[in-house]
């Protein structure tokens, strides 16, 4: 009863205020976003004193000027951007043609596809590195078998070949994700139609029509997985090779500071990563689609004329 | 122009022959149909599956083989047991493998709960800035977990920390390197992941909801007791594997964190895999990552069926 004597009451209200019905107060929401943020930030402002304050002698800079002659951390970020660029490269190369030829000609296979992308989600990273150093282990019994070079060059320090396939195969759940995301938004028979019906090679209509179309998906991919590989540590670390992140933990046993520095310039890259993904893959994108669009009804006219 | 002038015509060519003449195609024709169409349907799928076969069912099959067999030191013969998985599942492993399952239920609802009340923060905040600059910071701070946060959190609670010298948290007792230094951490990358992936679900409660919930005469309480929960629930629960399944793998914040101060699955298995250990013990680590995969594979299909339910209501 006392619900329904308060009925009249806030229905005459909620007119009075037509800006905000109903949510009358926020001031629950701020404090909770206050205290999100301070949780937040704290630990990145405390770090960033870390970095700077040495106790005694009080600001210096010489974490960063360390990391800066720091020949390691120059090769160990080389290595890992150049891990992370292969993966992404090889993980659309694999993704990409099969997406597109699942969606157009075999969707029987979709949910085939699906499972098996999303299969890395319950093999724990640790869980898969174990199956790996035990496949590799196989390597002194090969010694005779021209696989036996394979096997050289998949460990090898320079370039670890195996970390790519490792870090292609943790990738695929964000590949599938954003790439499933994008074709469901495009049309994509009616494209892939309309393209050849004019003319276009298959292989040009994947390149000049479907990836353009799924470019912000294939962005949000790409960037997801670059950033995962970027920071990753535990593959590398028990197959005993030295990207950034295991490189930040050596070195972290011996210099805090520039291991903290580091941290924060992780921080940093995957920051800037993320913010050129919502860059490429939002508003400027849908301007340049639609400046494509022109273009293309301008060739029309004159392939027409 | 001259590729496409021959495309129309031989269309309309096969298309006058259909009726009469269905089967003997003439090689233009096979090749406009079915012979084209299987030519592009295999290449393109078959590096995938060569891909999954060699990089990830080789090293899981070899995983789920050698999870149960043993190798005789002495001889270097193998045979099949169980005493592997029964070893991984006594003593120290054992509390291992309970030790990881409870930090990460706790901090899955812990995350879980928390992410839930921040989205619905944010969104009671009704500012669409706000709302963007949550969003991008939340992607950034999702991403942020492993090596880093655990340095990031040293410099703030360890021992010699910012935050601890500032406020003498040395002298209450408190210590970063616990079970509860862990399940701070991980909230500092799953709240974030929580956020992203609830709010989809928050912004499909309507307003529309409410209103009819106020005008039939619910206090707040009652709406979100008797309608928003429920509708939530199935997204809520598939936020929480999802949240345990990212706490329950990972594993380098906790290794670089705590070191075996913890005792949790994945770092006992990355000890075992990293050589210092006897010959027999990384069939022993691959009888561990067996267990892991099993949970996560119980935990994670508590979600396919709740998805569903979901995008009933919310798709």
Partial sequence: ?305 | MAATTPAPARSGAADAEQPPAPSPTTPAKRRARGGGARRWRWPAVVPFFAFMAVCFGLPACTLAYNAFTVVDPSTGTSHYSLDNVRHSLSGAYATGLAGSVKLSLLSAVLATVLGTVIGQALLGAGNSALRKAVISASGVFANFSGAPLAFAFIATLGTTGTVTRLLHLKSTGFSLYTFTGLVLAYLYFMVPLMVVTILPALDGVRTQWREAAASCGATKAQFWRHVGLPVLMPSLLGGAVLMFGTAFASHATAAVMTGSSVPLITIQIANALSGNVLVGQENLALAMSLNMVVIALLVMAVQIPLQRRSNRWLG
């Avoid at chain 1, 019905?21 to 630990?43: D, H, I, K, M």
């Avoid at chain 1, 970020?77 to 000609?105: D, E, K, N, Q, W």
């Avoid at chain 1, 090779?241 to 520039?258: D, K, N, R």
């Fill in chain 1, 1 to 305: 009863m006392a619900g329904m004597t308060a009925t009249p009451r806030t229905r005459t209200a909620t007119p009075r205020q037509p800006g905000r019905p109903l949510r009358s107060r926020p001031y629950g929401s701020v404090l909770v976003l206050l205290l999100a943020a301070l949780y937040f930030l704290v630990p990145v402002a405390a770090s960033l004193w870390f970095t700077v304050d040495d106790p005694g002698k009080g600001l210096t800079f010489g974490a960063y000027a360390k990391g800066l002659r720091d020949g390691g951390m120059a090769t160990s970020l080389g290595l890992s951007v150049r891990l992370g660029l292969a993966t992404v490269a090889l993980g659309l190369l694999l993704m990409v043609p099969t997406m597109v030829v699942v969606t157009l000609r075999l969707p029987k296979l979709r949910r085939v596809v699906e499972v098996l992308c999303m299969v890395p989600l319950i093999m724990p990273p640790i869980a898969l590195v174990a199956g790996v150093s035990t496949v590799l282990s196989w390597e002194d019994d090969l010694r005779t078998t021209p696989l036996w070079g394979t096997f050289q060059a998949l460990h090898d320090k320079n370039f670890p070949l195996v970390l790519v396939l490792v870090y292609t195969v943790m990738s695929l759940p964000f590949l599938y994700r954003s790439l499933d995301g994008g074709l469901r938004a495009v049309d994509l028979k009616t494209l892939v139609e309309a393209s050849r019906s004019l003319g276009a090679s298959r292989p040009g209509t994947l390149c000049r029509v479907v990836v353009p179309n799924l470019r912000p998906a294939i962005v949000s991919g790409a960037v997801l997985s670059l950033a995962m590989v970027l920071g990753e540590f535990t593959v590398a670390n028990v197959l005993g090779f030295e990207p950034f992140s295991v490189w930040m933990v050596h070195v972290g046993e011996y210099e805090a500071q520039l291991s903290v520095a580091a941290a924060m310039l992780s921080l940093l890259i995957t920051w800037g990563l993320l913010l050129l993904l919502t860059n490429l893959a939002g508003g400027r994108n849908r301007n340049r689609n639609r400046d494509r669009d022109r273009n293309r009804t301008g060739n029309r006219r004159r392939t027409t004329v």
